[in-house]
């Protein structure tokens, strides 16, 4: 096969693929930017940035310490919440959806019940908790461009005719032996030329490679203000409630399980 014919085709394949690739990688950064500056303006919902974190400084912890805060409930040292007159009022609020979402678990109870307790029985909670989270989802997470699995506008197609280009390239270069100063300039453009829409097409990222702003600015934001707030007000408390994230079983008289064998009565009574 003529090297030089070779090079006509495979060099105009080249500029077409890194043509598309450019525009694609353009637009990535105008998101990137736009997300940088939306995720900059928007004010987000402490609950919402700790919700990822891991349990003494997560989302429940933190609805929690913020009831205490308030006044609206009481901890002991097992780990038990108990309404406080404020907290059995249904006037008060907490004033964030997710707080308000425990003391209403809370006043659904018919005794006192530790956090973890709340949090493996309470499905009403956890249904709160997922809209709260999704609802914020939806209105402040930057959206990510569409992901699409062809070149541009070439499709599927598209793909297959790269790839059949690349196997016919590489058989033609290897086909004969180049004569001449032309053909092997020629055949030299053609394997670079070849080698650069192998590398291309390896670096070409799809939106889910791209940073993620929004967790970078969630990530900036720290522990909720209400867990630091408690730890340092009342650390005691904060360990207690602590204490009550791991305590899940059912029991009466203020959280205390009763001994087996003895009537509700008998234990009361006692």
Sequence with gaps: MDHVILACVVLPVTAVLYGVLGMRRLRQRRWYRAAVAHCAAIDIDPYYA????WWPEDDIQAAAARLLLDGLVTVNHRGTMSLTEAGADPARSAGNPLPDALLAALRRRTAPATLGSVVLRDTAFDDARTYFHAELDTRLRPQRPPSSPDIGCLGCTGWV??????????????DMVPHGPLQWAAAVVTGLALVAQIVGLGSDRTPADLPDPFAERLARMGPHPALAELAARDPEADEWLRVGRFRTRRGRN?????RRGIPAETGAGA
């Design 50 to 53: 700790v919700r990822d974190e």
């Design 161 to 174: 005719l790269l790839l059949a280009q690349l196997g016919f390239a590489a058989a033609g270069l290897f």
């Design 254 to 258: 203020r959280g205390r399980p009763r």
